[in-house]
């Protein structure tokens, strides 16, 4: 069978479980009037991506539920439908994801023409009135070299004419806030046309200006919370807080990302509502349902975090121990849970200690934490097994470019090493 006959049954049977696309039929006729057809995609719902980092899939789509939407999880994050006017919200509640991509064409791309035709389905009335820059980022599987290079050129000139040469650019990077990101994806001869409803990595909240060394991203401290079932509820201690993100993201937890912490492409665009989501599961933040603890020997950037808590708007919500790990002191009625990112590399100044780091640290949780559900992120599995999980998982994680690997699991009330179980990144 020829590849093309492959992508186009592929094709097909996506189609099949996907039935409100966002793209018109590939046979519509020339004559439809434009404005008619983007008014009827921005009123039904469409189909979208929420983008994942490996093994944070079921995460994405749990969040999606907890959300009021229908989700799928797929490789590489969860695919779901939503009405346009809903995306502004959207991308403000998902913490766990790093993009949302909103599809708007798909079709065959034999010649110019057709090419043209895929970019005139896009619902451009419902993007930016007057984008800055429409930046053209395209991925492509089961196409050559020269195919690629062809359709990437063409849907440049395409996007030239329609908009001017001096505002179209393929980069994957936007500038003003009035970018649209738009992500072409070539499967043989099928091509898709998708927009980046946040413009930007959805890590970027807005919150963390300043880091202290080895900052954690976000999106990874937001999965780290999920991955041991923290719902909002409970206490969370971060001892080695460092600029404070695990516990500002659990602050957040369920909550819409503030307004005042920056926009999102979706934010000018011309459909969209913000009150369009309900929200199930979410605590009130002035029931004290969650205790949140934060705790370094650093004072300046213990500093920091408190700054970037004040940003995000939950400063009074965390209390913050300027003390040694041992000497952290709170009280806690019920298991909590702990969430923490320890130095390592460089910072610690070798093997041994950062060996004998993760001795102290497990010694403490054995000791205060027995019951407690714990997330740590960990640069070698090995120094995993220096912690007190009663039943040790392992998932493989990118920190921001650099690999590493996920701890978690129930701590026990003694030190007790074992073997891990790793799970699919």
Known sequence: MKSTDRGQQRQTRKDAEVTKEMAAPEGQAKGMDDRHHHNHQASVAQL????????FEPWVAQELRELGLASREVEGGAEFQAKIEQLAAIVRHLRVASRVLV???????????????????????????????????????????????????????????RFGADRVVASAVTEAPDDVALVARLDGRICSLSVDAGGKP??????????????????????????????????VWDPMCGSGTTLIEAALWGRELPRELGDFGVDQWRSKDLSVLSVRGAADPAD?????????????????????????????????????????????????????????????????????LYERLGAVLARRCGGWRAAVLVPEQELARALPFRDLQLCSVDNGGLKVWLATGELAAGIRRGHARTRRP
Do not use: K
């Open 202 to 235: 959805l890590h970027l909240r807005g919150y963390r200006l300043e880091a202290g060394p080895a900052p954690m991203r976000e999106t990874v401290a937001a999965a780290m919370l999920r991955a041991i079932g923290f719902g909002g509820h409970g206490t």
């Open 48 to 55: 979208c991506f929420a983008a994942a980092a490996p093994g």
């Open 103 to 161: 599809r708007m064409a798909e079709g065959r791309v034999e010649d110019p023409s057709s090419v043209r035709g895929l970019v005139g389905r896009v619902a451009w009335t419902v993007l930016p009135a007057h984008p800055t820059r429409i930046a053209l980022r395209l991925t492509a599987q089961g196409a050559p070299p020269d195919r690629i290079r062809w359709v990437q050129a063409e849907l440049l000139r395409a996007l030239c004419e």
């Open 288 to 356: 004290g349902a969650v205790r949140l603890v934060g705790g370094d020997l650093d004072p300046d950037v213990l500093q920091i975090a408190r700054r970037n808590a004040a940003r995000a708007g939950v400063a009074e919500r965390i209390t913050w121990l300027d003390a040694e790990l041992a000497a952290q002191r709170f009280e806690s009625v019920e298991p909590g849970f702990v969430v923490t990112n320890p130095p390592y590399g460089q910072r610690l100044g070798g093997r041994n200690a950062a060996r004998r």
